[in-house]
């Protein structure tokens, strides 16, 4: 009888719990090795006093994805967990105080563009046309497809592709060229900061995310994000997957340049392969102790990457309902321009952009009956 390979998973974040579930399916034996006392890693929860919040992602695009991963196990994803539309996708309120409600209802969104004047919603059409193709491109190409040499990327037919997506624009002036009307602009672009960079600097291949939105949806799940984190790791474990929580990884061994376990606790735990899902920098400095294993990844190097932006949240469990309110609503302050700027070179912010995330509003097991769930991001 042939010896399972063993496979050790660094982290239990959704990266690492996804990763570790697709290879338990093909044969391996997994171990995920989490110091927090739970899985999730930044999609995870906390809970007091009958709510329930999310700590992090809080918006479901694609669904689809989260159910090809379950899916490739040979189970139906809804035995484990259900996606909801929600629409309108989110509340916006603009500088001036007008509302208006997203949608992906492609009627009423076409009603709603073309109230905001001449050529607005055929502009807007036109984006969503251009970019779904680019979005296709990535897809196809680059995407779902695995780079494990140079030749995988550096071949005529992946650099023709990758010129065909025309990234070297920014994601404003992507947006500009299909939206003039200021309010739409602002629409479109502040989904960038989904991955915390400005859409001023950011390349245009990120103008794919409003597009998703509103071509895709947006979804929710009771009990929020996290169900999707206990969904796979409920999977996992069926599987015969192992979890080793409050692990905290001392760092990953290896023989050459070739990774062959870790040291736990002072314990040499041995594996034919280790998948690493912390963040790179942090992962490259404390996990990676040989020099010649991290190569130009000094320490040096590691401090002059440019990082994204971070958030200031609040998470608020009210006594009361908040009228008006929808499970996304997103409030522009006042000079969107002058906001991303101070947010981008480290100043207060005067009159910030923020978004507040109310899960109560269509999931009554996130707060007690009359409460309301608040969640209020502020980029910074």
Known sequence: MTMKKKITVVGGGIAGLASALRLQADGYDVTIYEKLDRLGGKMNQIKGKGFTFDLGPTIVMMPHIYRELLEYTGVKMEDYITFKPVDPMYKITFQDGEVMDATSDLNQLTYDLEARGHGVAEGYFNYLTDTYKKYMIAKDHFLERSFRSWKDFYNPKTLYNALRLKTLNTAQNAIEKYLKNEKMQNMVSFQTLYIGVSPYSGPSIYTIIPMIQTMYGVHYSKGGMYAYVKAVEKRFKELGGKVQLNAKVDEVLFDGKTAKGIQLNGEVIE???????????????????????????????IAKMKYSCSVMILYLGLDKKVPDLRVHNLYFGGDFKQNLDEIFTGKLPEDPAYYIYSPSQIDDSVAPEGHENIYVLVPV
């Open 271 to 301: 594996s034919d392969a280790v998948v690493v899902n912390a963040d790179f920098p942090r992962a490259m400095k404390t996990l990676i102790k040989s020099d010649k294993v991290r190569g130009k990844y000094t320490d040096k190097k």
